[in-house]
């Protein structure tokens, strides 16, 4: 009715709306996005306890025709909601794989590239092969690729995901497992995974510098990995401070701004050789 169109009106303000036409658009020229070559991986450096380079993480961005660069954490939920998300997985394992010989020839030594996987995808028993598919075709050593999956993603679809790492391990790849502590789960679940790695979230490691429990929350989670025999990665790591209370505790691996923020491919060859700040 009119009166009821009237008072929607008075609901929704003008930046809702512009919002929701950003969505809209933005799930609308996802499938354009990936035929135009609009996306693109940043990889972010991965750096162990001497401070070499270890692995990167790949990152997705797009370069929107019209709303110049957009992050994913504003498409990526978009792209799952709208259904476009196993597209835009498949793009960024392609990439991946199609990246690694430039990544291969910048580095000296074994490193692994992290690939982002989300919920959605760990929903459909397709994605094996589609991995498989594309290691065979690009001729890639499943050893220099990594998965990541959130907490949540991973407990929302704990059995088809557990029975994906197996496989995905058993061929050489390593994943691990994202945003660490932010899933309010209850822990029973760690007796049954099959990961690698534990990556701790990075709202821990900011709280590092400030706050006396989660600095004893954050050496508990670097313990409790130990114990388990996972690797145990730190990310968001932006200050000197964090990253030696990390390391007295035992952390393996960290990633963040003191090293780098995520950088376009041909960037990657300016990265030292390892990071000494002594
Ligand atoms: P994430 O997997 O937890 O990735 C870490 C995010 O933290 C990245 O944001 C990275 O740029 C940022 N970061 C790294 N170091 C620091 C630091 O020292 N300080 C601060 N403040 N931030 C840091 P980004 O690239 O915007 O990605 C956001 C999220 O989008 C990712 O969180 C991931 O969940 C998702 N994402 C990114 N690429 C992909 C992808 O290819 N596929 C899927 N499914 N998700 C992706
Ligand atoms: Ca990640
Ligand atoms: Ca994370
Ligand atoms: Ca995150």
Known sequence: SKARGRGMATIFTNEMVETHKRKLSIANSIDQGIVNNEFVLFYQPKIDRNGQVIGFE???????????LVLP????P????????????RWA??????????????????????????????????????????????????????????????LENFESAN??????????CAVALDDFGTGYS???????????????????????????????VTGAIIDLAKRLSLTICAEGVEELSQWEYLLNHGC???????????????????????FDFG
């Open 163 to 172: 029975k994906l790492f197996k496989r995905l391990s058993n061929m050489g």
């Open 58 to 68: 790949a990152l997705m961005r797009w370069e929107h025709p019209d709303f110049g």
């Open 186 to 216: 209850s822990l029973s679940y760690l007796t049954q995974i099959s990961i690698d790695t534990l990556k701790i979230d990075r709202q821990f490691v900011r709280e590092i510098s400030t706050c006396h429990r989660s600095r004893l």
């Open 252 to 274: 393996d691996h960290v990633q963040g701004y003191l090293f780098s923020k995520p950088l376009p491919l041909e960037k990657i060859a300016l990265l030292p050789d390892y």
């Open 78 to 89: 978009v792209a799952e909601q709208s259904g476009k998300i196993s597209l835009l997985t």
């Open 93 to 154: 394992i392609e990439q991946s794989c199609a990246d690694l010989s430039l990544l291969q020839s910048v580095m000296q030594h074994k490193f692994r590239v992290a690939i982002n996987l989300s919920g959605h995808d760990l929903r459909h028993s397709e994605l094996f092969d589609v991995i498989y598919q594309i290691f065979t075709e690009q001729q890639v050593n499943p050893e220099y690729i990594e998965f990541e999956v959130t907490e949540s993603a991973y």
């Open 73 to 76: 954490g504003e498409f990526i």
